[in-house]
């Protein structure tokens, strides 16, 4: 079987890992989460990725979330899996995700540890000659790509995007305006649609969305604006709802991947407000305040699911 070497492009989906008030993973929640991301026309399924709680995770919820990604996304769009802590495990989830059909993984950086460039590439290569999938390399926090390092593993075939989640732009325009489109480059910084502007013009066509969980056509919106040049769409975006909801993703840590499932809860989607430590759950005022601009952004731009279209 001849595999396509090309990553998803477009806005990026990454579900959540929604728990019941047991504690144990709900697939049924997860099912109508990665659902509402396809028809919300997002190009893709991250899934049990950072959003996906990976490090919380047992091997059998890894398992199953895979399972029901796959399932729900049926061929229509690709399915990406999270790898990553450590490379024994990275490898039996590169082939366990082989096993159950998805199209590729992206690869988390190794756990605690800050290695060297030439460890760094030892970690990435071991991973990527397990499997023949399409493959996704994601820089940030102990896992930093000078560009040698970068480039030598771009001679793996499998190598079909990178993901930046540093933000050192300097390094990002190194990385890009050397290498140019033999990779996909995706932000993948945290709320991406905030620092998209400034990675557009370096070829970047691509971002991870977490608030597409709960306003995907506001994602959709933010991101044909910014593409056509409409600044005034852009900055009423900013200033009414991504900037909004931005400050209250920064006042706690955590809010990252908890402030997406009280979204969802928001939305009427059955994820609760549950998360496993050490995050920890929205708190009352900040929920409350989300509320607000999300009524708010549903008031001002409402939703035109004819817009839509895989």
């Known amino acids: ?39 919300g026309g ?19 919820e890894y398992q199953a979330m895979v399972e029901v990604a796959v399932s729900v996304a049926s061929g229509k769009v690709p399915v990406y899996t999270g790898v990553g802590a450590n490379v024994s495990q990275a490898i039996e989830q590169v082939k366990l995700s082989e096993d159950l059909g998805a199209d590729g993984y992206l690869v988390l950086p ?9 460890g760094l590439f030892n970690y990435y290569k071991a991973i990527l000659e397990s499997s023949n999938l399409n493959a996704i390399v994601y820089q940030r926090d102990n896992a930093i790509l000078q560009l040698e390092t970068l480039q030598r593993l771009i001679d793996y075939p499998q190598v079909v995007g990178f993901k ?15 290498i140019g489109d033999r990779l996909e480059w995706i932000n993948g910084m945290p709320f991406a649609e905030i620092t998209m502007p400034s990675y557009v013009p370096l070829g970047c066509n691509t971002y991870s969305s977490a608030i597409s969980n709960y306003i995907p056509h506001i994602s959709r919106m933010y991101f044909k604006a910014l593409l056509e040049g409409n600044n005034q769409l852009v900055r009423d975006l900013y200033v009414n709802v991504l900037l909004p909801i931005n400050r209250i993703r920064k006042s706690r840590k955590g809010y990252a991947v ?30 409350q305040a989300l509320e607000q601009i999300l009524k708010s952004a549903f008031e001002k731009y409402p939703v035109d699911n004819k817009e839509v279209s895989h």
Do not use: W
């Open 42 to 60: 997002l190009t893709s399924i991250f899934i049990a990725c950072g959003s996906g709680e990976f490090q919380a995770l047992s091997k059998g």
């Open 258 to 287: 908890s402030l997406i499932k009280a979204g969802m809860e928001i939305i009427g989607l059955p994820v609760g407000n549950t998360v496993r430590s050490p995050i920890i759950p929205v708190e009352k005022e900040h929920y």
């Open 1 to 39: 079987m001849t595999i396509e070497r090309k990553a998803p492009t477009g806005i990026l989906g990454f579900p959540v890992a929604p728990f019941k008030a047991n504690g144990k993973l709900d697939e049924k929640a997860l099912e109508r989460n990665v659902q509402f991301l396809i028809d």
């Open 110 to 118: 190794p756990y605690l540890i800050e290695g060297e460039q030439e």
């Open 164 to 178: 930046d989640g540093y933000g050192n732009m300097e390094l990002i325009v190194e990385q890009t305006q050397t």
